[in-house]
Nanobody
């Protein structure tokens, strides 16, 4: 399993970013995918999950209504659209796949929300 995140960067409060996670090494369309984040000095926390078909999503209360998780099974890619960003969204964002009873992570992409 290989997961490669991209799309992070520096953005002002109220701005938007779209993160991507390219997956390989497993049958992507068969598995739910999730995004997590870890802020400096804090534990990694779950952000959002999408089912294998994309038919159902779930979000942490802290991002509900601002973030949207989606996927393109033809491109083996999962996305996280982040709008109305706040300084407290600053973190390294990771995508995750649970395949063959093992949790796999990408290297992460840094998101910094600051004026």
């Amino acid at each position: 399993v290989q997961l490669v995140e991209s799309g992070g960067g520096l953005v002002q409060p109220g701005g938007s970013l779209r993160l991507s996670c390219a997956a390989s090494g497993f049958t992507f369309r068969n598995y739910a995918m999730s995004w997590h984040r870890q802020a400096p000095g804090k534990e990694r926390e779950w952000v959002a999950t999408i089912t294998s078909t994309g038919g159902s999503t779930d979000y942490a209360d802290s991002v509900k209504g601002r973030f949207t998780i989606s996927r393109d099974n033809a491109k083996n890619t999962v996305y996280l659209q982040m709008n109305s960003l706040k300084p407290e969204d600053t973190a390294v964002y990771y995508c995750n796949a649970y395949v063959s009873r093992k949790s796999s992570w990408g290297q992460g992409t840094q998101v910094t929300v600051s004026s």
